[in-house]
């Protein structure tokens, strides 16, 4: 996603390492490489741009593992 067209290098993406027919559910999720510890993102997070990476698998097991 990027915020402003004029500017390609401030950009916010989503990546899901992993995903496939069998894994559908979100093991872990970092952004900027930090692993998040809470499910929600901040506004001011995705408008700075950055990377959100999600790590998937088969178990429905997130941020209570």
Known sequence: IYFDPK????????????VSGKNIYIQA?????I??????????????GGTLLFEMGV??????C
């Open 7 to 18: 500017n390609k290098e401030k950009k916010f993406e989503i990546i899901a390492k992993n």
């Open 35 to 48: 692993l998040l510890k809470e499910p929600f993102l901040h506004y001011q997070d995705i408008i700075s």
């Open 29 to 33: 999720a970092y952004l900027n490489g």
């Open 59 to 64: 178990n429905t097991c997130i941020f209570k």
